[in-house]
């Protein structure tokens, strides 16, 4: 009785499992058969900008132009796709990668660890991190020489911040804060202060303004510009990324950053 009783549980086994295996063997055969996910949702690529950046990203002529829209264009070309740019709100760029509005985000983003269960980031494009500047005959390469000496900056500014943390690690040096970055660098440039600190983007288009002026940049601290795509869509990252390397390779971007800064 109990040989026959395991025969017809065994049976009873093979009916039940039998069809789980030829289920299962079906959604793998769909899964392996299924057309891959379209690269680009819409057809295009859906670029979100912020057009309140200059010199990244700003209206003129009723258009949207800056760095960045080069760089978002130069990526559609190299992707072979079409390119639908859509202005957003700062505060509004990770809500149109989450809700799919958009498919990547080139807009002055920093790494956010806690974004990265919505977004996967690229490698930098750029760099806004704070330079000192100083003067070619009399230059300071490096803030633990500021003693002594006089630093101009920003008032209220991340420059300001640092300023003052660095005021408590070496020996004293006077403090000037200046409503903009460009006359905390007039005061560099025209003898008033030894040395500024400002944003790269900052010293750029001083620098572009006053093209006669000899003048030394060293970076200070770092502030990485990179690309932000949707997380669900792995491939497309991982084709912006390839790409965005390719540019930095064959000097594309080099050429844009110089067009803009």
Known sequence: MAAAARRALSRRWRWLVAPAILIAAVWLLRAATAPEAPLLPAGVLRVGVDPSNPPFAFYADDQIQGLEIDLAQALAQALNAQIQLVPLGFDGLYDAIKVEQVDIVIAALTPDPLRTADVIYSVPY???????????????????????????????SEADTDAHRWLRRIQPFATQAYETPATALDAVRLGAADAALVQA?????????????????????????????????????????????????????????????
């Open 201 to 261: 983007t900052d010293a750029h288009v001083y620098a572009r303004a006053h093209a006669d002026w000899q003048h030394v940049q060293q970076a200070v601290a770092h502030t990485p510009f990179v690309i932000a795509t949707n997380a669900k869509n792995g491939r497309l990252a991982g084709v912006i990324e390839s790409s965005l390397r390719q540019l930095q390779t064959d000097g594309t971007l080099a050429a844009i950053l110089d067009r803009w800064l």
């Open 126 to 156: 750029y760099d806004d991190g704070l330079v000192l500047i100083s003067p070619a005959d009399q230059p300071i390469n490096a803030m633990e020489l500021l003693s002594g000496h006089a630093l101009a900056y920003p008032f209220g």
